[in-house]
């Protein structure tokens, strides 16, 4: 019997009582770190994300993002994008499950929440990213944008770095006055300000918007210290940008994954030969990460696939371990593979009604 494992809300939260948020979290940068470093294309196989964009009945996206380990598996995350739902329905802004196909056979090995799992990947790869590009003494994070991305960015950066002081600014004041009580667990000192402190004082800065298409960028770029490391992380469509065109021009910017960040991410603004190396290229080789520790440089994160897997294989093994994950048959094995009706047979659910030369009820023209 070829079984399904589910991972949902109930399930996560028992696996994180278990192994620890900050366990999970270190984890995953780790994890995630030997990913991007070791990354042979011969093996994993990448694609852009692709998808639906609509306008009714609110601006929104649901698109796929599928990664391939040659010879092994597919997964495969739908994500849906509707900055609407918080203040509309109380929902996340974005919903998500990931799945993982065994390539051999198509088999759907696992089926596991993805909004959990794409907040907890965003911000390890913002850690990775700033490891590899920030000054490791940076003591003053700044977050733009205090949605649910932000929360993961704090929590994943507080992990590597030596934080003193979280300067926060939301374009609603009271997301920004609700943060602290979010991330109340880090033992952070968290401040509500103007977004020209947060741009004057932040040692390493997240931008993580809901910014409109057409309508950034959400910051000036004068005020930025001289060796600010900045991950961008909400730029996630086309036109939809974070950060001003002059300052990505004296920047070092660096894409996670340059055929999509072309298309959706910072990098759309610019030309080839102002893009920097790629957070893998980074990863290769972290001397050149440093070099940049007296300019500005930036994280173009548009999100991609290879996360995805990274995190959902951290959450599978933990969850095979312990035991935890509901199990099922999901698709119809038919007991003759020649036969899609051979299934029914058993549980005496084929009619003999039905004959050869039964009339059948629709019209050549219908069928």
Known sequence: MLSTRVLGEQELRRL?????????????IAALGRTVTE???????????DG?????????VLEWMPVMKVGRQVVVKLVGYNPANVEGLGLPTILSSISLYDVNTGHLRALCDG???????????????????????SEVLGLVGCGAQAVTQAHALSRLFPLKRVLVYDRRPETARGFARRVDFLGLEVEAVRLEDV????????????????????LSGTRLKSHVHINAVGSDLPGKTELPLEFLRRAVVCPDYLPQA??????????????????????????????????????DSTGFALEDQVVLEVLLEHAQSLGIGRTFQLESLADDPRDPYSFLRPEGLLPEAIRIDAPPQVSACES
């Open 262 to 299: 072309l298309v959706e991410g910072e990098c759309q603004q610019l030309q080839p030969g102002d893009i920097g190396p790629t957070l893998f290229e980074l990863a290769r080789d972290p001397t050149q990460g440093r070099q940049y520790h007296g300019r500005p440089t930036v994280f």
């Open 39 to 49: 990354f042979d294309p011969s093996h994993t196989e990448l694609r852009k994300r």
């Open 52 to 60: 639906f964009q609509y306008q009714h009945p609110h601006p929104g």
């Open 16 to 28: 994180v009582g278990i192994v620890g948020l900050h366990a999970l979290m270190d984890e995953t």
């Open 199 to 218: 741009e004057r004082e932040a040692d390493i800065l997240c931008t993580a918007t809901s910014v409109e298409v057409g309508a950034g960028p959400v």
């Open 115 to 137: 909004t959990f799992p794409t907040a907890l990947r965003t911000g390890a790869a913002s850690a990775v990213a700033s490891r590899l590009l920030a000054r490791p003494d």
